[in-house]
């Protein structure tokens, strides 16, 4: 979805998704001399009052979206992700009374120098 509106990762990178992959995330960091001393999942959900919010936090707390800000306002694009991201979020997130409600997983790993 964020595609037609990033650059394209360097031709020698791996998608950031991969590092939601234990055995991945292990070797990644053992071929820079780091062991994994502590790795975890965890589920956050979270009700946001609608998709325009949801859209909101999402951005706002994405680096490399917010690289990219000025240069998408300066195209006239910027309006156009956040409207694509608020459709993503109202087509996957699960209405409740209070809102919608927003599943996020992310993996927190600790990793040393061997």
Not at 93 to 107: E, F, Q, S, V
Request: glycine share 6%; hydrophobic share 45%.
């Amino acid at each position: 979805m964020l595609a037609p509106f990033l650059p394209p990762p360097p031709a020698d990178s791996e998608p950031p998704s991969l590092w939601g992959d234990a055995p991945h995330l292990r070797a990644l960091l053992a071929a820079n001399s780091l062991e994994v001393r502590h790795d975890e999942t965890a589920d956050l959900e979270i009700i946001l009052s609608d998709a325009d919010s949801a859209a909101s936090l999402l951005i706002e707390t994405a680096g490399h979206i917010i690289a990219e800000r000025d240069h998408l306002t300066q195209q006239g694009r910027w309006q156009q992700l956040r409207q694509a991201v608020a459709g993503l979020v109202g087509d996957r997130a699960d209405p409740t009374p209070d809102g919608l409600l927003i599943k996020l997983a992310y993996r927190i790993t600790l990793a040393e120098r061997r």
